[in-house]
């Protein structure tokens, strides 16, 4: 969209990062990873998010190929995440399993990688190897950066304790922990720790997850606050993240969708900010990271 302003933040590193990005997480196959990039690229968006997990980022790399060109763009333009599977922790795991994403993503480098979870898979959530297994991959992420193949790196589903104890052992701070943020699960916690410790939050499930009949969408102050400002359930989701600096990664299949969520150039009055963040349900709706030790 052509009179859209990019909006963006700076990591504690200067890198400047989209607050808008596109969510992947369940768009798989070759024709939808096509028509959905080549959508998000038109609507605006220049960040993507995906994750080994995902089983897209094969798809992703392909698409990139042939729309980034296409459009006139280039490899520097687009900001581009993905993150480490909970199976491959461990220093020598995370090396191997990131040169594995860019490799399918069939990039030189990466914007963003994260740490996707900080359990092990298969290891009980309160078996100490986590901690030891999650803070070699930290050690790996350090590395790949200082190597220059990754722009920022970060955690994501991190809480305060999982922060304190990498604070303790990293030469490198998280530049992002991306995680659940929204009206029904505000973290004002964890918020003002990644504040004061300058780690960026990115949030992810803005609109409540894949559920039907989200309730976040379907909220009543969200509702009155949309109709009030003449925009939709979504936009003013979304817009009350990023009017805090907290990026987004809406995930869309749907054209319409992909060019609403970025169309947020709009500002939410303090009023109609404070009415969305009153709700009192307090409700998560995607994995819960608070029983990994
Ligand atoms: N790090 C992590 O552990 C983690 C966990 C979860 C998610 N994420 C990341 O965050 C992204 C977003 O989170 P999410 O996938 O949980 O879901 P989400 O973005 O909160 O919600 C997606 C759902 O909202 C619908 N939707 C999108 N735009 C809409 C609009 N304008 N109006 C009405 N409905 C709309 C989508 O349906 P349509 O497709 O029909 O539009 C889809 O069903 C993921 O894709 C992933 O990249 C990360």
Not at 88 to 112: M, V
Not at 153 to 175: R, T
Request: net charge neutral; hydrophobic share 35%; proline share 4%.
């Amino acid at each position: 969209m052509k009179n859209m302003v990019q909006q963006v933040v700076t990591l504690s590193n200067s890198v400047v990062m989209p607050l808008i990005g596109l969510g992947t997480f369940k768009i798989r196959g070759q024709e939808v990873i096509f028509k959905v990039t080549e959508a998000a690229l038109n609507a605006g968006y220049r960040s993507f998010d995906t994750a080994a997990v995902y089983r897209n980022e094969d798809d992703l790399g392909k698409a990139f190929k042939k729309y980034v060109p296409e459009m006139g763009l280039k490899r520097e333009d687009l900001f581009i995440t993905s993150k480490l599977g909970p199976k491959d922790h461990g220093y020598e795991g995370c090396i191997e399993a990131f040169n594995l994403s860019l490799k399918r993503l069939q990039l030189e480098y990466l914007d963003l990688y994260l740490i996707h979870w900080p359990g092990v898979q298969k290891l009980q959530p309160e078996d100490p190897e986590n901690q030891k297994r999650r803070n070699e991959s930290w050690s790996a992420l350090e590395s790949l950066y200082k190597s220059g193949k990754v722009r920022a790196v970060g955690v994501s589903n991190y809480n305060i304790s999982h922060l304190e104890d990498l604070l303790q052992h990293c030469s490198v701070i998280p530049h992002i922990n991306q995680v659940e943020y929204h009206p029904h699960y505000q973290q004002k916690e964890l918020k003002k720790y990644c504040d004061e410790h300058g780690i960026k939050i990115q949030a992810y499930s803005s609109l409540g997850t894949t559920v039907c009949n989200s309730p976040l969408l379907e909220n009543s102050l969200v509702k009155e606050v949309a109709k009030k400002s003449c925009r939709t359930p979504a936009q003013v989701l979304l817009r009350w993240a990023t009017q805090q600096g907290v990026g987004v990664l809406p995930k869309s299949t749907n054209m319409d969708h992909i060019f609403e969520n970025y169309d947020l150039n709009f500002d939410l009055s303090e009023e109609d900010y404070k009415l969305i963040g009153s709700s009192n349900i307090t409700k998560k709706y995607a994995w819960d990271s608070s029983i990994v030790i």
